[in-house]
């Protein structure tokens, strides 16, 4: 069972920055690849970014594109969102998610961390 732990969340004004991290459990080489979604209240899980565990390729929702970079560190077992010039539309619970191949499906196994940005 994956386990999965983000922090790094807070409270925050508009146009501040933060930096997620994902913590998982399990080898790197056992994951093809890492992705970080948002839920707000009321809304549906939204996809913000994935990074391939092999060639560190990246893929960004346009909602965070130019603001957001997601990064991970195989060695550690742990990735990142970084997050700058945040607005409030950004606040929701972040999770992150990792998928085992290609065409696996994303697997979600921590609480997420909050993330709330105020005007």
């Known amino acids: 069972q994956v386990q999965l732990v983000e922090s790094g969340g807070g409270v925050v004004q508009a146009g501040e920055s933060l930096t997620l991290s994902c913590a998982s459990s399990g080898r790197s080489s056992s994951v093809f690849a890492m992705g970080w979604f948002r839920q707000a209240p009321g809304k549906e899980r939204e996809f913000l970014a994935s990074i391939s565990t092999r060639t560190q390729t990246t893929y960004y929702a346009d909602s965070v594109k130019g603001r957001f970079t997601i990064s991970r560190d195989n060695a550690q077992n742990t990735g990142y969102l970084q997050m700058i010039s945040l607005k409030p539309e950004d606040t929701a619970v972040y999770y992150c998610?990792?998928?085992?191949?290609?065409?696996?499906?994303?697997?979600?196994g921590g609480q997420g961390t909050q993330v709330t940005v105020s005007s």
């Open positions: 998610a990792l998928r085992a191949s290609i065409r696996g499906t994303w697997t979600f």
